[in-house]
């Protein structure tokens, strides 16, 4: 043995015991550490290392790609689906979407939903933290960039805290999202498409493409303004509100939505579930039904919530609560809600009715649009006006 080699190990009858556990301990201890350095120098996939180049966020662990038959990425993107925005939820939003006009009685989301959510043929899932792709047809390069990016987004700042918003706060989640979708469109270079289709078709595509749009903007915005700086506040602290996104002194002011206040009971009506309703929400509403101006009647928005009222036989109205930040924001609503009830029910027939601004009726279905100051109601159902001039009364 070299003489080196001695040094290295205690001699002598006392054996230094002590010397000895350090000296295995130092051993073990490399040992256990050696796997992990090597996992940190493992290799870049190329198009996750251009992922972080493009958005300026470090890769701080490996990203699993699976690559899965059609049938089982379509199951697996539904789960996902189904997580973030639960059943009841979208049952909900059955109703609700029946009352706007959005979707026929007795029809549901869902098939839209699923739909959508398969079309990129590229998902990043945050619970497992596994990228999926679709084998047949292949996802395109820019897809996956863009689900790397989002990816990078949850190694950096975390997308696990976004998982279940939607049944929280609707606003709030697709503002989270919009910010997330919108870093990572600025680098896969993916924009949205023109919405088409139905009415219900229209409205999903705004919402579910605002990242594209609107947030790609936004985030384009304070990249140029503060940097990745700018950007990671952004992403360390979601906006709290769509209307954030949608215009930058907004988000830097972090104005929150006015508050909305819903009767608990209207006579037999009581309030079942609602849910936040914001200017995304308003514009997109507007758009579906391809109405002129509507980027400048959503502008206005201060805040807002989307209710449904029932009896305790089944009967259902629904409404539509919204503050505007001025007066005349909400005399753009005002002008704008009969051509809303125009496209969205054309067999509407309007009638007199002194509690309200305006009301029609279609078949069964009372619709009523009333106001209060900043406060409007659109309110659609069995009771539409009564719902309408009780909310703003």
């Not at 606003?171 to 979708?181: C, Y």
């Not at 002194?354 to 649009?369: K, S």
């Amino acid at each position: 043995m070299p003489d080196g080699a001695l040094h290295l190990l205690p001699s002598g009858p006392a054996a230094d015991t002590p010397r000895v556990g350090r000296f295995v301990a130092v051993v073990i201890c490399a040992a256990l550490v050696a796997p992990a350095a090597a996992d940190s120098a493992a290799p870049v996939p190329p198009l996750l290392r251009r992922a972080s180049q493009l958005s300026g966020l470090k890769v701080r662990r490996p990203v699993r790609v699976v690559v899965e038959s059609g049938t089982r990425f379509e199951a697996d993107v539904t789960r996902a689906l189904d997580r973030d925005y639960p059943r009841t939820v979208q049952r909900l939003d059955d109703s609700l979407y029946m009352g706007l006009g959005l979707l026929p009685a007795q029809r549901s989301i869902r098939s839209a939903l699923i739909s959508s959510a398969v079309l990129s043929r590229a998902y990043y899932d945050a619970r497992p933290r596994v990228l999926r792709e679709r084998r047949r047809p292949a996802p395109t390069r820019s897809a996956i960039v863009h689900e790397f990016v989002r990816a990078l987004v949850d190694q950096n700042f975390g997308l696990r805290r976004v998982t279940g918003l939607r049944g929280r706060d609707r606003d709030a989640a697709l503002a989270a999202n919009t910010v997330v979708d919108g870093t990572a469109a600025l680098a896969s270079g993916l924009r949205a498409s023109a919405p088409h289709g139905s009415p219900l078709a229209r409205f999903l595509a705004v919402e579910q493409s605002a990242g594209l749009d609107f947030g790609r903007q936004l985030v384009a915005q304070l990249r140029y303004l503060g940097g990745k700086t700018a950007v990671a506040s952004a992403l360390r602290t979601f906006p709290r509100t769509t209307e954030d996104v949608l215009h930058l002194d907004k988000f830097l002011q972090r104005e929150p939505a006015l508050p909305i206040s819903l009767a608990p009971t209207i006579r037999d009506l009581r309030l079942s579930e609602s849910e936040t309703f914001g200017e995304l929400d308003v514009l997109a509403l507007l758009r579906a039904f391809d109405l002129a101006d509507a980027d400048t009647v959503a502008d206005g928005w201060g805040g807002g919530r989307l209710a449904l009222y029932a009896t305790a036989g089944g009967q259902q109205s629904v409404a539509l609560v919204l503050r505007w930040d001025t007066s005349d924001d909400a005399a753009q609503w005002r002008a704008a809600a009969p051509l809303f009830v125009a496209a969205a029910f054309p067999d509407a027939q309007g009638r007199l009715c002194p509690a309200v601004d305006q009301c029609w009726l279609v078949g069964d279905r009372e619709l009523a649009a009333a106001s209060n100051g900043d406060v409007t109601v659109l309110a659609s159902g069995a009771e539409g006006e009564l719902v309408a001039a009780a909310l703003t009364s």
